[in-house]
């Protein structure tokens, strides 16, 4: 999509998990280096990857080749607050931009062909907000468009756009992934994960 760009989100300190989940193994790669082989085919107009928290240790180790890295020093403020200063930079280098995805560090079940697929339906959609439907609530991978970027300009703390979405519910098409979205959090579900995925316990 023309003037559209792909936002990945890994700022956060993984309290939860006891050390950089970025930098998690996730097979041959990290959990971020995952991520961004995902997201790296997606064909919109540009790519930006946030970072905060150990951001130059992540940018040592990983491979971000495709992605405009954008460090926020103030990550401790938390995700929303991360998203604004990600949206006003990326409109500063993109002035034409109309919508966004927005994506996860540590969603390693997310793959290329299901954000394509979401991009398309958003295409086709009359909605300017597209969210995965997690079934009580709705989420990212997530798509925003239109006059919703100027709210995600003004989000504060640790909320995210999942105010924006139960407020425009009319605005909103839901997205339901073919198999679940785990956001990797704790050791106990990143084990588990890698364990479904591989059929092996993670060399740490």
Request: glycine share 8%; aromatic share 8%.
């Amino acid at each position: 999509m023309t003037n559209y760009a792909l936002l990945t989100l890994a700022a956060g300190a993984s309290n939860r998990m006891g050390r950089a989940k970025q930098l998690l193994p996730w097979g041959d790669n990290t959990l971020l280096g995952h991520a961004l082989e995902q997201v790296r085919q997606v064909r919109v107009r540009r790519k930006y990857l946030l970072l905060g928290s150990r951001a130059e240790q992540i940018l040592e180790e990983v491979d971000i080749t495709g992605f405009i890295p954008m460090v926020f020093a103030g990550w401790e403020e938390g995700m929303g607050a991360g998203i604004a200063y990600a949206i006003n930079n990326m409109i500063n280098d993109l002035p034409e931009l109309q919508g966004v995805m927005v994506t996860l560090a540590d969603q390693p079940m997310v793959d290329t062909v299901q954000l394509e697929d979401m991009l398309s339906i958003h295409r086709e959609s009359q909605r300017s907000l597209l969210a995965c439907d997690y079934g009580t609530k709705t989420g990212v991978p997530a798509i925003i468009s239109g006059e919703h970027l100027s709210a995600l300009q003004q989000l504060q703390g640790d909320r995210g756009a999942s105010e924006l979405f139960r407020n425009f519910p009319g605005q909103l098409e839901r997205y339901v992934p073919e198999r679940s979205l785990i956001d990797i959090d704790d050791p106990e579900t990143y084990r588990q994960c890698y364990w479904d995925t591989f059929g092996t316990q993670p060399p740490l």
